[in-house]
Every structure is written in structure tokens, then in C-alpha cells.
């Protein structure tokens, strides 16, 4: 059985821009906050961005909802700071109008007139352009002296089933527009999103349905000339059973008797119907570890980088979100 790469490689560690998405669920919006608190780490400026208006930056850094300007919500260690933006598009519109057009007056005439929502309906496509060409924006930005405004950009992306269509909507969109802003625009999204300074992040955990949906979200980035980074193993559980007991537990193959003789010895004497609950326990582990392991299995011969985070049994907070910030420095996260 082929075993992935583990860690952060020197390929997505020269990535600006890291595009974080996994089948709903998952875990994504907290994966793609701890990597930005790790990528922050040592001094470095970093802007975490969420797309699909749901507020979620703001719920796993316990913070008041993010207006549409990028507001700073964690420190990290060696003074790096993690900013975050919540893309409102009706602004973004606004901001594109004004931007390319000099449209600043008009546009909040639109807006009056119930033109921009109406606008983004008819064409569910252009939420996406705008969505991708404010990442662009962030990501390319510069200050006086020439220098990249942040050092990495983390986006809180659409979930897998949507994660082509959504950073590729652009390049459609400059083959409409053959001339102008628009076509201008359009080219330097598309030129960032498949260049090296991309990657594009999965977050799954160790079941079937979530590995499955990674694996064709991986396949569809390669057709498209996207390219994957890292899995995200997300909420990882250690085995407590050692391996050579782990296929006769899935079997049912428990000795009641050797457990209880086991328990005694340890000074504990349970009721039988709570040694009952405990084989059946046991039993139930056991499949859960060899699902797992053909989880892991069918991740490997995707042949892609790996990192994971175990589960927190006390929840997602903003301590607990340091706490994997670490564990993906401790895999080479930089």
C-alpha cells in the first residue's frame, strides 16, 4: 500500500494564496483558521478570507460579526497577526464598478434600485468572479515600497462540490470579454489561481463519504489544471486496541471471559450487563479502526501531501484553535 507524504512540502510552503474546502461537515472553516494562525507564526502577516457568508471566521474566533473590511483577530507567536475579511459581494460589486469604471455614484444607484441582487441571481456566475477577484486583489496587493500587504492569504472556500466551478468561473468569464477591465481583470485571476503561488487545500475526515468526495474533488483540480496541496486529516482518533486485535474485535471475536479475568485482576468488578456495553464497545471500535484504515488507504493512492489534526473532545474554541495551529507547525506548516 502506497503511504502518503507526510507534512508541508517546500512546494506549498512558496504558495501565497491557500484555498481551504471539504465536503461540509468536515471541519473546513476551523482547519482554515488554525492554518492561518500557522502560517502567521514567526512574525508573518496573514489575511484569512470567507466567501460564502455564513459568518463562520467570526464563530470560531468568538468575535462580533466581520463587517466587509479586513479586521484583525489573532496574534501569533513572534508578533504575526491574522486579519480577516468577510466578502460581502453587493460590496464588492460596488467595489469593482468603482475600481474599473469610476462608477462609484452609479453603483450605489444600482444598489438603490434592487439592480446589483438582481444582477447576481440572473447570473449565479458573477457572485463567483467577484468572490475570486477581491482574493486576487488581497493576494497581490502592495504597499509604498512594493512589498506584498500579507504574506499568505487563507480562504475559507466553498465546499468540495463546488470547488471547480467556483475558481474557475473567471476563466469563463474572460472568454466572454474579449477587451477592457473585465478581460484585464479576469486574466490575472485566472493567471494566479493556476500558478504555483495557489493551493488548494482538502479537509476530510476518516470516513467513507467525505474520503470519496476529496478523491473526485482531486481528480476534477487536476482536469482543471488546479493545483491540490495538502489533505487535511481533520479530527483523527487514536486506536486503543493494539493492531493484532483489531481484525478479530471487527469480527465480534471478543473473549467476555479473558476481559472480565482482566478487569479483576486490575481490581474492577463489573456488573454483566456493563461488560456486555463494554464488548460491544470494543466491537464497535474495531470497525470504526478498519474503516479508517481503508480511509487511509483510498487517501494514499491519491499520492498528495498529508497532514492531521486530532479531535478535540472538548470542542472548537479559540484556545483550542492555537492547539492546532501548533500541530500543523509541528508538521512543517510555514
Known sequence: ????????????????????????????????????????????????????????????????????????????????????????????????????????????????????????????????????????ECVTRTDDRGRHVYDAVVVDAPPTGRIVKFLDVTRAMADLAKVGPIRGQSEGVVRLLHSGDTAVHLVTLLEEMPVRETVEAVEELDGADLRPGAIVLNRVRPPRLPARSVTPAADGRVDAGRVRDGLAAAGLALADDVLDGLVAETVEHAVRVQAEQRARAALAEVDLPAVELSDLVDGVDTAALYELAEALIDQGVR
Open 1 to 136: 500500500m502506497t503511504s502518503p507524504v507526510v507534512g508541508w512540502t517546500d512546494e506549498i510552503a512558496r504558495a501565497r494564496l491557500h484555498v481551504v474546502t471539504g465536503k461540509g461537515g468536515t471541519g473546513k472553516t476551523t482547519v482554515a483558521a488554525a492554518l492561518a494562525l500557522a502560517l502567521a507564526h514567526g512574525g508573518r502577516k496573514v489575511l484569512l478570507v470567507e466567501v460564502e457568508g455564513r459568518q463562520g471566521i467570526a464563530q470560531v474566533f468568538d468575535t462580533q460579526p466581520l463587517p466587509y473590511s479586513e479586521e484583525k483577530v489573532a496574534v501569533a507567536a513572534g508578533g504575526g497577526e491574522v486579519r480577516a475579511l468577510h466578502i460581502d459581494v453587493e460590496a464588492a460589486l460596488l467595489e469593482y464598478l468603482s475600481m474599473f469604471y469610476n462608477l462609484g455614484f452609479a453603483g450605489r444607484t444600482l444598489r438603490r434600485m434592487g439592480a446589483i441582487e438582481f444582477a447576481t441571481t440572473l447570473a449565479p456566475g458573477l457572485r463567483d468572479v467577484l468572490l475570486t477577484g477581491k482574493v486576487k
